[in-house]
């Protein structure tokens, strides 16, 4: 059974770090062969990626505009854990935070993630 587990979120002031976590599971492929996701909701708007990691298949990293920066995704592939370090967060950056993967060569389109975790809630205010 095909798991995407995410954690991390939370309350932060302006200018502070987060990192969420993202335990993908169940996957005939070893982690680095699934593409990962990070993407974001915010209140009356549409999901948008932040950040992905592609499959090996067809490997590379993707970046929101303006997010690079700021944003980095890593893989680690011993603990079956994706991670989006956040630093100098914005408040425009609450949203809620969701993690998707995918066995295809998948880049940063929502459309082409098949499993989708739950979501973690990122709060960023003073």
């Known amino acids: 059974q095909i798991q995407v587990v995410e954690s991390g979120g939370g309350l932060v002031q302006p200018g502070g770090s987060l990192r969420l976590s993202c335990i993908v599971s169940g996957f005939r492929l070893p982690l680095d062969y699934v593409s990962v996701g990070w993407f974001r909701q915010a209140p009356g708007k549409g999901r948008e990626g932040v950040s992905c990691?592609?499959?090996?298949?067809?490997?590379?990293?993707y970046y929101g505009d303006s997010l690079e920066g700021r944003f980095r995704i890593s893989r680690d592939k011993a603990k079956n854990t994706v991670y989006l370090q956040m630093n100098s967060l914005e408040p425009e950056d609450t949203a809620v935070y969701y993690c998707?993967?995918?066995?295809?060569?998948?880049?940063?389109?929502?459309?082409?993630?098949?499993?989708w975790g739950q979501g973690t809630q990122v709060t960023v205010s003073s």
């Open positions: 990691i592609s499959s090996n298949l067809d490997p590379g990293t």
């Open positions: 998707a993967a995918d066995e295809s060569r998948a880049r940063c389109n929502p459309a082409e993630y098949e499993h």
